[in-house]
């Protein structure tokens, strides 16, 4: 029988996961998966696979380094979990010939919500946990590596400078050089241009104004490009003020989490370089 331990937590989504995983701890699922195998004739054999691994998966999540995880995300994983428990009671409830709210359970509907559930875990949880660069018994029943799904779509130049120092848990450091790295970028394309250096957000608001820019971003003839355009600028120009600035004036202190959000803005905005035809 599985068992899972709760997590010491208050908020109220964190309390809603401990209470699931109380309840999916108590469920026998090796006895479930020998009834469902008797039951060939409804082929909830195929389902098997999926619960083992959703089931595995919540269960791994109580040695993990879970406390760590936002707010938001534990209430998406406490609501998939809700569901998880669901569709098992459905499937008992189903095998046991008996109503569940009144209402016969029906074989293709357990199927059918059972597939889709897996498909948002997938989808839903799997990449926050991945970009949170935590372990995890992923769903193809293997160890995910870590940090393999984040690096593989971060910028080349911003791995270069950011990889370590977030590995190592210079967690401001490594966002600092993220968007230090988009503005010498810039800054040195922009003085190739002009003959003029500029810096941070001024650099902005100057080789992305709307008005003749030095870097276009989009076609500039038609409303959609002018919009785009003036976007853009104000992104650049407010990670500079926002994300930047304040990390080189500050001894701030920031999450892991924080650090890879700030981190994969800085990336889109080196890809957002490349489109324009910025030199590396």
Do not use: C
């Not at 595995?56 to 380094?65: E, M, P």
């Not at 998406?76 to 009144?102: D, P």
């Not at 790295?181 to 080789?207: C, F, H």
């Amino acid at each position: 029988m599985a068992t899972l331990k709760k997590i010491k937590v208050k908020d109220p989504r964190r309390q809603q996961f401990n209470e699931y995983a109380d309840k999916l701890g108590k469920i026998d699922l090796d006895a479930l998966f020998e009834r469902m195998n008797i039951e060939g004739q409804y082929s909830f054999k195929k389902l098997i696979p999926i619960i083992k691994r959703l089931a595995s998966l919540f269960k791994d999540l109580k040695s993990r380094s879970f406390e760590n995880l936002p707010d938001d995300a534990v209430g998406t994983i406490a609501h998939q979990e809700i569901v998880l428990v669901g569709r098992i009671n459905e499937i008992e409830t189903f095998l046991q010939g008996k109503y569940h709210n009144g209402v016969q359970q029906d074989y293709g509907f357990i199927v059918r919500h059972t597939e889709i559930l897996d498909k948002e875990v997938t989808e839903k949880i799997m990449p926050q946990l991945q970009y949170l660069n935590l372990e995890t018994n992923g769903l193809n029943g293997s160890k995910t590596e870590k940090g393999t799904d984040l690096w593989s779509i971060i910028h080349s130049k911003i791995i270069k400078v950011s990889k370590k120092k977030l590995e190592d848990g210079h967690f401001a450091d490594a966002v600092e050089s993220a968007f230090k790295e988009v503005n010498n970028r810039i800054k040195k394309y922009y003085k190739s241009k002009i003959g003029q250096e500029l810096d941070g957000a001024d650099l902005m608001y100057k080789a992305f104004s709307g008005n003749s820019p030095v870097i276009p971003l989009d076609d500039l003839s038609t409303e959609t490009g002018k919009n785009i355009q003036q976007g853009y600028m104000q992104i650049f120009a407010g990670s500079m003020i926002g994300i930047r600035n304040p990390k080189a004036h500050n001894n701030l202190i920031i999450s892991k989490s924080r650090a890879i959000h700030l981190i994969f803005v800085a990336s889109l905005l080196m890809g957002k370089l490349d489109e324009a035809g910025v030199p590396k």
